[in-house]
């Protein structure tokens, strides 16, 4: 479905990062997970994009992408945007969906690499759904933490999902994992690992470093689910 809208809420995540968020149209539907295409204008021509949507499906009042601003000249062009600007949207597209069909899961996820995930976290917690997630989650460091407030919430609202973040440059007061996801982080936070579908999502040397990670741990190639972005 394409359609055009107008920005209907900018939300500042990090420091570096923002999420633009949509009118909804009723007659749009997506799975969590998916992503879609953006156009805005830049110097008055069409540039068109594509992003992870951020939003659950069951969030029916807005459709949501998260981008960290890279100082690129699309990113330039978004960090611009104001509430009320003109933008296209084509979606959903890919299939690196979720919809209940695993019981158990696990989501690894690195940097801005966590907005596919943020969707299926929130559509699994919004329809109390039975799914056991634990989704483990790299970042540089602690102020870099996309969601962190909301995941955290989603947490103790949600007995079936367990957070677990790790980073590259603690501050003095963390008291969380540090470091690259390890099979060792993995084997400590995943008691049943082998029995688990993983899903994937981050830059792409993060993305291939995972799927190595995975392979080494033995996971059958059916259970593991992957999305990067060269965005990213």
Known sequence: MEFETVVKNIIQRTHNVKSFRFSRPSSFFYKAGQFMFLTIKIEGLDAKKPFSISS???ESEFIEFT???TGHEFSNALDA???GDWVKIDAPYG???????YDR???LSGGIGITPLRSICRYCTDLKL???IILIYGNCTEEDIVFKNELEEMQRQN????IVFTLDEP???WTGYKGIITSDLIKNEVSDYSERVFYICGPPAMVKAMEDLLNRLNIPPIHIKRESWPGY
């Open 67 to 69: 981008k960290k601003l």
């Open 130 to 132: 039975p799914i056991k």
């Open 81 to 83: 945007l104001k509430i």
């Open 95 to 101: 299939t690196f969906t979720f919809e209940g069909q």
């Open 56 to 58: 659950s499906p069951t």
């Open 159 to 162: 007995s079936n999902v367990k």
């Open 105 to 107: 899961i696990v989501l």
């Open 171 to 173: 501050g003095q007061n």
